[in-house]
């Protein structure tokens, strides 16, 4: 008997893994495997990075994408179609045999857009149905190709997960970058060794290696669209990051220079490299655990450590000279009143306060009739400063009842700019019934 996928979407996803991907075997294609990256070089913009600290997650990854999947991914009947009859998404990875999903064939890959191609049409695709199949007010989320604002680098192509039909900064924020490069660019070696880079020199006169211009180039595109997260791949392997959230805030131009301040964006996180044909995790799963984290879903990876952001000037077209802020004036310090030697039994006008405000205690406050003449003496007796003690607490106002409410804290909700994924009026071809994350949560906001 054959099951939809919907059927039982934890164990669809447990072994859908991706096909391997069909290369062209052109005697070009072949030679540039182990080399051909190191010929081939990014565009990176000049820019002044401080990206001072680059943290590998280790297995401490794989871990918790694990969990989330167990956690928040339903194991029951949706009663749902696996194709959604309005938009056409559907499933597309095959998974074990007792699943039916139809093959789906691509010509083999001779360029970086095929592989693309292999790259939307499998695991993205898959990952964007399952995804609103689970967070249904995500409906207007999808992957996207992205604008590469005139850069001229034929080996390296980005997607955009996004709100495709709103353009705010708090979307770039809940977004993810997907860039990918060919295989044949970035081989399985490079791409060990771009997880393994600790720090990105910051200033350095020496052209920078490989792997540090491809952290340059992902700085630059999450940057420049105010995106932290991303995913970077060559379909074959795949690694997980993001970089400290920050904010830009733009300047007037001087000259020909614009200048940009930028915060954050100095500490960066990336996962271990995780094979297509990976099992625990799928890449498929690390996709939906990232794509939930970004949109900061319950139990989605956060920053796990503070980290101190200072402001960076940056200068998008040309690298002259900061602009040097004028140092500010001096403040004069006031003498304290604390800097005196006398003792306690000389009068107040010897510390030169005699104008400054009796500071008076009392069991009562400074009310009538206890006003700043009468003042309270501790006594010495501890019987005595007891009764005083519990007259005090007698007099305090009646505790608040089991049953009486406190005013309810008022919270600011992840997407406050964000109407479309808030509207109770959001309709999909989902179920009534909510699945993989409390029904307060933002993302369940909208109707099945």
């Not at 310090?333 to 006008?349: K, M």
Request: glycine share 6%; hydrophobic share 35%.
């Amino acid at each position: 008997m054959a099951y939809r996928a919907t059927d039982d979407l934890q164990g669809y996803l447990k072994d859908a893994v991706l096909p391997r991907l069909k290369l062209m075997h052109k005697r070009e294609l072949i030679s540039h495997q182990g080399h051909k990256s190191r010929r081939i070089t990014l565009t990176v913009r000049r820019r002044r990075r401080n990206l001072a600290n680059i943290v590998f997650l280790g297995s401490t990854f794989d871990e918790l994408v694990n969990n989330w999947i167990e956690e928040h991914v339903p194991n029951r009947s949706l009663c749902l179609y696996d194709e959604d009859r309005k938009t056409g998404e559907r499933f597309t990875v095959r998974s074990s045999h007792r699943f039916n999903v139809p093959e789906l064939l691509l010509p083999a890959a001779s360029d970086i857009n095929r592989v693309c191609d292999w790259l939307d049409n499998f695991p993205l695709q898959t990952v964007q149905r399952v995804f609103h199949i689970m967070f249904p007010a995500t409906k207007d989320w999808g992957f996207a190709m992205l604008d590469d604002h005139g850069c001229d680098d034929e080996n390296f192509k980005t997607f955009h997960w996004t709100d495709v039909n709103q353009d705010h900064p708090d979307i770039h924020d809940l977004s993810v970058v997907v860039a990918c490069q060919p295989p044949w660019i970035m081989s399985d070696e490079f791409m060990q060794q771009f997880t393994q880079l600790r720090s990105l020199p910051e200033g350095t006169k020496r052209p920078l290696r490989g792997k540090e211009r491809l952290w340059g180039k992902l700085w630059d595109t999450c940057a420049h669209n105010q995106t932290p997260f991303f995913i970077l791949t060559s379909y074959q392997q795949w690694a997980f990051g993001m970089f400290s959230r920050g904010k830009v805030f733009p300047q007037a131009r001087s000259g020909k220079e614009k200048f940009h301040n930028f915060t954050g964006w100095t500490t960066a996180f990336v996962s271990p490299v995780i094979d297509a044909q990976s099992r625990s995790p799928t890449v498929m799963h690390a996709l939906l655990y990232w794509l939930g984290s970004a949109l900061r879903a319950p139990g989605g990876f956060v920053q796990p450590v503070e980290v101190a952001e200072p402001v960076h000037n940056i200068l998008s077209d040309d690298e002259s000279e900061l602009p040097i802020a004028k140092p500010e004036k001096v403040l004069e310090i006031a003498p304290s009143l604390s800097n005196w030697s006398g003792t306690s039994d000389e009068p107040a006008s010897s510390a030169g306060a005699a104008g400054a405000v009796p500071l008076d205690v009392s069991d009562r406050g400074v009310d009538d009739p206890y006003g700043p003449d009468v003042l309270y003496k501790k006594s010495k007796d501890p019987t005595l400063t007891w009764e005083m003690i519990e007259s005090w607490r007698k007099k305090l106002p009646a505790k608040r009842t089991e049953n009486e409410s406190f005013p309810s804290p008022t919270f600011a909700t992840t997407v406050t700019l964000l109407p479309d994924l808030l509207d109770d009026s959001a309709t999909s071809d989902t179920s009534d019934e909510t699945v993989g994350v409390p029904c307060g949560h933002w993302l369940m906001s909208a109707r099945r």
